[in-house]
């Protein structure tokens, strides 16, 4: 697929929560768990007792005085709209559709004051190892930082690192845009193909199509599958003369993008011949070592550090990609709206700051209301693989059950993520938002203005769908309602007994709703920017480290182990008998 046309392609574990109390009574807020409180059986808890405090302040809260019908808070207040929601610039974040008042948002600004987010946000931005079970600094926001700032780590200035980077990021990409960078037959390079898979992927892939009115570069592809439908299919249409590939991979072992990374290299080679590599490749990695046994020259390779997580590395050497297809200058605007976020998070008091209030009422929704997942919708086709985007940022990071003390943690942590675009959620799984027995806190998303100025018709009819799905969440409908609606079409009294309640909406679903200009490349880089620290806040507050990602290592092992079974190599002595039958079976029907 192109990406001028383009781009690629638990529930929490319940010990805590009981869904019994995320069901929905009538108008009602549903109530969620009861129960904060240390892990008995496991000595010094990971959180604070001021934290465990302010947590219990707000489930006295909820079940107190929180509003319960948010209709009724509407109706009493003519300035909620205004009152609950803070600004960016043209960014707007209505959150008055979530069943807050002053009180809950002068406990959770207190929960935020207990669990020391400030402190710890200010020990992010410093280059503090605050990833301690990597013991690294965590630096993305280094990454978009002025030329002149100074970001130290162990002592050293790292801002000129990054920005000669982005230099060199920047003469390869105007190189292969304007032709002067040619491929090994002299011809230029129609056709950019990126390898790579998680954030070496979901964020090049995501923004490169969200992107797509600033494209004026060669076409963008992106591979990430192991499986080899996903490349075949990518490369069936290229023609090697005219294809770049990167391989981006920050340890450069991954075995997904190395499998795929050497189907490509065949793709080269058996049409133009091993000098070809030099030529038709380009890296980015962390792991310069590995990447010389690839066989490219120096400046091929683009480098970042261990100080960037993977799901955090958009901003890096992993964005080329991005930068090939708008042009550098669009990526530095791109930068520039994840500097303002940055600036924003760090300066901005509490109760005016977005990513602070952003995670905060994450936390007020998973772990006082105990909803088990946010929905992610943009109305914005554009974004169509930013809840993909964000499953990983927001699931890898915070989706975790031992706390920074390595002891189970003593709350939930990290909800589900999900979402697709609308309209198209709407003729899908917002049946299940409306009436379904779980409450799904919203977060929607939408421009004032689309890129089709021609079609501002359709821009209207999309805008409208959007507020009338917050509308309908918040409003519900009533019995009531329901009745004198049936009986006004026509419907017999009888009949409208018994549709009524198949009618009935509970309402009193909350939902935040995302107002922005244009999804312009400095947009974009502030939105994501914005989702990045909201994972951060969250995470202080459950009290977990958000940037390493162990959780996915038992699999990656296994499979190692397995493949020689898959092959029929060894017989996988000290496997379960499901996984060897199944392994059997496949090797049965392959005619093995
Ligand atoms: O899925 C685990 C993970 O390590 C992610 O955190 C990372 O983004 C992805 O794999 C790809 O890793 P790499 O860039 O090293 O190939």
């Known amino acids: 697929m192109s990406a001028r046309s383009c781009a690629a392609n638990c529930a929490t574990p319940e010990r805590k929560l009981d869904s019994r109390h995320t069901r929905p009574a009538g108008n009602l807020i549903s109530r969620g768990p009861r129960r904060i409180g240390g892990h ?13 405090q302010a947590l219990s302040a707000l489930k006295s ?27 960016l610039d043209d960014l707007r974040m209505d959150f008055s559709k979530c069943a807050v008042n002053d009180e809950t948002l002068a406990l959770l ?7 020391g987010v400030e402190a710890q946000r200010d020990q992010m931005f410093a280059g503090e190892a605050i990833n301690t079970t990597e013991g690294r600094a965590v630096l993305h926001t280094a990454l978009r930082a002025a030329a002149d700032a100074d970001i130290r780590v162990n002592g050293e200035n790292v801002v000129p690192q990054v920005h000669a980077v982005l230099d060199a990021m920047g003469r390869f990409s105007d190189g292969v845009r304007s032709g002067s960078i040619l491929g090994a037959t002299g011809k230029r390079f129609t056709d950019v193909v990126n390898i790579g898979i998680g954030g070496s992927d979901l964020g090049p892939v995501m923004a490169t199509l969200a992107l797509a009115p600033y494209h004026d570069g060669p076409r963008l592809h992106f591979v990430s599958n192991v499986d080899g439908a996903h490349i075949a299919d990518t490369l069936s249409g290229l023609d ?80 080329l990609p991005l930068m090939i297809a708008i042009g550098k200058t669009g990526f530095g605007d791109f ?99 409306h009436q379904g027995t779980d409450v799904i806190p919203v977060e929607f998303m939408i421009a004032a203005r689309g890129h089709e100025p021609q079609l501002a018709h359709q821009h209207q009819l999309l805008v409208a769908n959007c507020l009338a799905q917050s509308e309908a969440l918040m409003r519900g409908r009533t019995t009531e309602e329901a009745r004198a609606q049936l009986m006004a079409g026509g419907t017999s009294e009888s009949e409208a007994d018994r549709l009524a309640p198949h009618k009935t909406f509970p309402g009193n679903r909350p939902s935040i709703t995302f107002v922005y200009e244009m999804l312009t490349p400095f947009a974009l880089g502030r939105l994501i920017a914005l989702y990045e620290h909201r994972v951060f806040v969250e995470a202080q507050i ?40 199944l392994a059997e079976t496949i090797r049965q029907m392959r005619g093995d």
Not at 260 to 265: D, L
């Open 40 to 52: 008995p059986k496991h000595g010094v808890p990971a959180l604070s007792k001021i934290t465990h």
């Open 61 to 87: 809260h909820l079940a107190s005085d929180a509003p319960r019908d948010l209709r009724a808070a509407f109706a009493e207040d003519s300035g909620r709209a205004r009152r609950y929601t803070v600004g």
């Open 109 to 115: 600004s207190g929960l935020a004051k207990a669990a």
């Open 240 to 319: 090697p003369e005219t294809t770049l590939i990167i391989v981006a991979s920050k340890t450069f072992t991954t075995i997904e993008t190395m499998t795929n990374a050497a189907t490509a290299r065949e793709f080269i080679v058996s049409s133009l011949g091993e000098a070809a590599v030099a030529l038709h490749f380009a890296a980015l990695s962390t792991a310069l070592d590995k990447v010389a046994r690839f066989g490219l020259k120096e400046d091929r390779v683009f480098g970042f550090w261990d100080w960037v997580g993977g799901r955090y590395s958009l901003w890096s050497a992993i964005g």
């Open 335 to 433: 930068l520039a709206g994840a500097r303002a976020m940055d600036e924003h998070f760090k300066s901005a008091p509490i109760e005016r700051n977005l990513p602070m209030l952003l995670g905060l009422l994450g936390v007020w929704h998973r772990l006082v209301c105990g909803y088990p997942s946010r929905a992610i919708i943009p109305y914005d086709q554009r974004l169509s693989r930013f809840p993909a985007y964000l499953q990983q940022l927001d699931m890898e990071s915070n989706g975790k059950s031992v706390g920074l003390d390595g002891k189970p943690v003593e709350t939930a942590s990290g909800p589900i993520v999900w979402g697709e675009p609308g309209t198209n959620g709407q003729h899908a799984f917002f049946q299940l938002l």
């Open 542 to 581: 459950f009290g977990i480290n958000a940037f390493d990602q162990w959780g996915v290592e038992l699999g990656k092992e296994l499979a190692t182990a397995l493949l020689p079974v898959v092959k029929g190599e060894n017989s996988g002595e000290g496997h379960d008998s499901s996984t060897l039958m």
